[in-house]
């Protein structure tokens, strides 16, 4: 969201005297910026006044205009402003001229009655990294439009494509199979995207202005307040509602350990400091440490507990770097959460690590931050950072070699990180599918799941992986959690799990009643009618929703998509097939991953 702001303002700045959902901005905008004494500079000057006729007469000026009058935010326009703008940027930025824009972009923020607070604090946060990206990258335009706002297929460009080398000497494939109904089973909470808002209140606007809402204010007659115990709006929970959740969880469950995905922090994004963001991450923490007592939490790291959010700098980048955010979760992880001091090294490196959970169970916790999008240091240079993606080449070798069962968990899906990575975790996954039973993420805040196929044979299923409902209610959804029966500890446990159950609060009723009322929302083998939960049994599961896409087993699980905050029938043919897709789908760019779904109907 940062990055199209700061674009969208720089764009106003450059053609505000076009028209723009019938609001104007002053002429004076625009000279102020380029009829300016300090471009002294012939060239330059001439370069920029060149630009500005460019924009002017140019067709694509002439399209953006006809879609900010006729659209309130279509794809379209990012890609038009991005390959308009950049060189302009680019200009600017070698000029040494962008000092300018933070005045600049005050006042648009004025003209167009944007939140003064919100505008300029994103600007603030962000606007020296992408200048710096600008300055530093070897990429094209079209390769950082590529990047940034998706406007090309990212596998269209060699830059963009990197490859790690995996291991030959592939085992045959060996299914997972039923384990003896007597044998022994594993309890796993996974918890995902906390986001617990220290300023909730009570009361307070729950419909606002800002992207963050239920913090300040009181509502209009009419218009929605904040509930005591949250709201399923744009706002996140309160302190105590994620207290309750976690002492319910700790005393009505049977928990062996817990997998926490990541996201502490709220949504506050562009008023962030790096105070702010250990103070959520250690108080937080702490909170669950205390609550499930003698229990270990395998952590990930979010997008969110970085300041700036998303900002992971690789280690090439010598103006800032992020050793403060990993210092201090090595310290919580490992001293708090119950982490083995030998995961310090990698955790300080680069916020991963290995360790056994059970004997012939390993974990790895990886950081796919630094494969999302949304990380514009990325934009210099996406090539497998820190060299993360060998690294778990190495330990998954490790694994085969020991005859060791692996949990992979992190926070974004590989569905939403670069084209690259995805594909080359494919590639990981499919080499050793015999050794992975397990994946788990979270970042979407809904119930999803995600299939990885054979690369030979697009219809054989290797794996599938768990995209963990939220805590927070951000946005419209009820708070929720998520357990796991899995095969236990015993010799030759294949540590897949056997069946999962999902709890939520329903806050309707938590709010009119003034009291905590979670409930099972539904067990997967039940609510499905699935036999097991192994990758085929999901591939079958998937079949049967698209044989029947507008049939009531969908719009059950777009129920459960949204942890019962609304039912199937505000999902339409396209909802449907759109989620049905994002199920089928592991990776970005897959062409033809759900060409199988019918198609869309009028």
């Excluded at 300040?216 to 218009?223: D, E, S, T």
């Excluded at 169970?361 to 497998?384: E, H, K, M, Q, V």
């Excluded at 796991?484 to 609060?505: C, F, K, N, Q």
Aim: charged share 20%.
């Amino acid at each position: 969201m940062s990055l199209k702001i700061i674009f969208i303002i720089i764009f106003v700045i450059f053609v505000g005297h076009r028209t723009i959902d019938a609001r104007v901005i002053l002429q004076d905008t625009v000279d102020e910026v380029i009829n300016d004494p300090i471009f002294n500079n012939d060239e330059m000057f001439a370069t920029l006044i060149s630009y500005r006729k460019r924009f002017e007469h140019s067709n694509s000026m002439k399209s953006l205009q006809w879609m900010f009058q006729q659209y309130n935010d279509p794809p379209e326009i990012y890609c038009k402003l991005c390959h308009i703008l950049l060189p302009v940027m680019r200009l600017l930025v070698y000029a040494n001229q962008t000092e300018r824009f933070e005045n600049v972009t005050l006042q648009i923020c004025k003209e167009f009655g944007l939140v003064l607070d919100v505008c300029s604090g994103a600007v603030h946060e962000y606007k020296d990294v992408v200048f710096q990206v600008i300055a530093l990258t070897d990429y094209s335009d079209k390769v950082l439009c590529s990047l940034a706002v998706n406007c090309d297929r990212q596998t269209d460009y060699p830059s963009l494509n990197w490859t790690v080398s995996i291991p030959d000497g592939k085992p045959s494939p060996q299914p997972p199979k039923p384990p003896s109904p007597s044998s022994p089973k594993l309890k796993l909470l996974q918890l995902a995207d906390i986001h617990v808002d220290f300023e909730y209140k009570p009361g307070s606007e729950a419909d606002c202005l800002e992207p963050l809402c239920c913090r300040k204010g009181r509502p209009l007659p009419g218009r929605p307040a904040a509930g005591f115990w949250g709201t399923s709006l744009h706002c996140d929970i309160p302190v105590w509602t994620a207290q309750a959740i976690f002492e319910y969880a700790a005393k009505t469950e049977e928990i062996d350990f817990i997998y926490y995905t990541g996201d502490t922090p709220p949504h506050n994004v562009w008023n962030q400091s790096r105070t702010d963001q250990l103070y959520s991450i250690h108080t937080i923490n702490n909170l669950v440490s205390r609550t499930f007592r003698n229990k270990t939490v395998y952590a990930a790291v979010g997008n969110h507990e970085a300041a700036p959010c998303n900002l992971f700098p690789t280690p090439i980048i010598k103006t800032d770097n992020i050793s403060w955010l990993y210092e201090a979760l090595a310290d919580s992880w490992i001293n708090t959460f119950g982490l083995p001091n030998d995961t310090r090294e990698t955790i300080l490196r680069g916020g991963f690590y290995t360790t056994l959970v059970r004997p012939g169970l390993r974990l790895i916790s990886l950081n796919t931050n630094y494969y999302a999008s949304d990380n514009y240091w990325l934009f210099i240079n996406a090539t497998d950072p820190l060299n993360q993606v060998e690294w778990l080449i190495q330990w998954l070798q490790y694994a085969e070699n020991h005859g060791e069962k692996v949990h992979i968990i992190a926070h974004h899906p590989p569905s939403s990180c670069f084209a690259a990575f995805g594909w080359n975790f494919n590639r990981v996954v499919n080499r050793f599918e015999n050794t992975i039973s397990g994946q788990f993420y979270g970042h979407t805040h809904n119930d999803e799941l995600s299939m990885f196929y054979d690369e030979n044979d697009s219809q054989r299923p290797v794996s599938m992986a768990y995209i963990a409902p939220s805590l927070t209610t951000e946005s419209f959804l009820n708070p929720g959690y998520r357990m796991y029966t899995m095969d236990g500890e015993y010799p030759a446990s294949s540590y897949w799990v056997l069946d999962h159950r999902t709890v939520i609060m329903n806050l309707t009723a938590t709010n009119f009643y003034n009291r905590t009322i979670l409930e099972n929302e539904y067990s997967a083998r039940d609510a499905y009618q699935m036999e097991n939960l192994f990758p085929a049994d999901w591939n079958n599961f998937i079949k049967r929703l698209e044989n029947d896409i507008d049939g009531p087993l969908m719009g059950t699980v777009y129920k459960h998509y949204t942890k019962s905050y609304a039912d199937g029938s505000k999902c339409s043919h396209a909802c449907r097939r759109s989620l049905i897709c994002s199920f089928k789908t592991s990776r970005d760019n897959q062409p033809h991953a759900c060409d199988s779904i019918p198609p869309f109907i009028a």
